[in-house]
């Protein structure tokens, strides 16, 4: 497959836990959709979760390139199976996606945490 763009993003835990802490359900809805969050919630430090997927939202703006019009749950990071993260994109995500790789495309997800910090690298491309 040809690569279109990556991105990568680091976020601070700490700075999660404190916005779960002050802002609680204002943060949690506007971010997460309701099946991130039952995945999330159950997570210990629960920080840690939430920060690996916020990362791997603004990963994958980055990997676009573009962010106009996309909302933040347009971007749902869910896993497989075998508990790898992957991507779904709904809405003005899909539609940007498909419209810069000119039809079908494909997404790597990776994700990794040491304290303080939560990382995401994504790969959007176009399939052979």
Known sequence: SMILGIGCDLC???????????????FLSKIFL???RIRLQDR???????AKVFAAKEALIKALGESEGISWHDI???K???GRPEYVLRNK????????????YQ???S???ELPYAMAYAIFCKPD
């Open 80 to 82: 497989n199976s075998f």
């Open 44 to 50: 210990t430090p629960i920080s840690s979760g939430f």
């Open 34 to 36: 309701p099946s991130e």
């Open 93 to 104: 995500a899909h539609a940007t996606a498909q419209r810069i790789a000119g039809g079908d």
């Open 12 to 26: 601070d835990i700490t700075r999660v836990e404190k916005l779960i802490t002050n802002q609680g359900e204002k």
């Open 107 to 109: 997404l790597h997800l």
């Open 111 to 113: 994700l990794s945490d």
């Open 76 to 78: 749902e990071v869910t």
